[in-house]
């Protein structure tokens, strides 16, 4: 009964296997990522219009600093059975 209860589960799409959470996982990780590196690059030029200062040296300081941030958070933990 148990056995048919999660084959219909799985049916439904309320659960999904380990390997494409994990691979969902990795994709949205890798896009927020990308995201934050081109940012800088994206938005820099604007902030310092705003802030009426150098781009190019606010540039320097948001991609320091992005990259600090991306390096602290470090790799997403995809340990699914402990939770």
């Known amino acids: 009964g148990r056995l048919r209860e ?19 996982l990795f994709d949205e990780a890798r896009n927020a990522r990308n995201a934050w590196l081109s940012f800088p690059e994206n938005y820099s030029a604007l902030m310092a219009a705003d802030l009426g200062i150098d781009a190019s040296a ?5 991609l320091k600093y992005v990259h600090k941030q991306l390096t602290a958070i470090g790799e997403p933990r995809d340990d699914f059975a402990a939770a």
């Open 6 to 24: 999660l084959e219909f589960r799985k049916l439904s799409g309320e659960l999904v296997s380990l390997d494409l959470a994990r691979r969902v």
């Open 58 to 62: 606010l540039l320097e300081v948001l």
